[in-house]
């Protein structure tokens, strides 16, 4: 499968310096489905087009004489600052706490941003758990439809192509309010499904004994991993994924290298 959205964009949507948080705001409305609306129109206005001189500043002034404001205007404020910040472990906490709060319809969109984060950070597992706690705190929202996409990225990113493409598939035909942009993307990741480019796997290790490969797989898991054995030329043979994108599959492998295992990129197994 290929990689439909490039990285460069979703670095654009994480908020690693002061110009990718200011792109970040902009681009991130359009992908979970619509306009930010509401009392704080200016503020979400500045942030679209990228004129942010002194709104961290003028947000914080806002928040601390925000007393008896509805959840949902202090919901925006609050994911409005949490964009801004240059910071992805502070803009992690701001964004959770948002998440957590549940008291406005921005706490969707800060799961989402949360899995961006997590995808980015490569930790998929974390950010497939982000996106299933946001279809069930807001199940009919636009971003409860857009996260089947971001689902899917991070299913790709652990070379979970089966999982990965029945995600695409529900972004793309079975989420009515995801947003053109999602839609558009989901659709064509999901055409790339039934491809004929080549699969690769990581090979961790191959074992002349079925008792030490469970063993192996056994450690793999206690790590986060997820992993299958077989045997084939007298080995037992322990594996991760199925790639048909090279970028997700080296992603993997260095997860897998910083964990202690060895990783072999080799050809799936039939």
Known sequence: MKRILAWGMLFVLLPLSAEG?????????????????????????????????????????????????SPERLGHARYMRALLMADPDSARVALLEVALEGRSSYGARAWIRLAQ?????????????????????????????????????AFEDQGMLNEACDSYMQAAYGARNAGDDIRALAVAASEECGG???????QVGAFSSAGAAREALSQLEERGFSGRVFEA???????????????????LARRLEDAGFSAIVVAAES
């Open 233 to 251: 030329g007298g080995l037992y043979r322990l594996r991760v994924g199925r790639f048909a994108n090279p970028e997700a599959v080296r992603r």
């Open 21 to 69: 948080a200011v792109a970040a705001a902009a681009q991130e409305e359009s992908l979970v489905g619509g306009e930010a609306v509401g009392a704080l129109d200016r503020y979400a206005s500045q942030i679209r087009s990228g004129n942010t001189a002194g709104l961290a500043g003028e947000l914080e002034r806002w928040l601390a004489g925000a007393a008896g404001e």
């Open 117 to 153: 984060l997590d995808i980015m950070s490569d930790e998929p597992v974390r950010a497939v758990a982000s996106l299933e706690r946001l279809r069930a705190d807001y199940p009919g929202s636009a971003a409860a439809s857009a996260s089947r996409y971001w689902t899917a990225r």
């Open 196 to 202: 004929a480019a080549p699969l690769v796997s990581i």
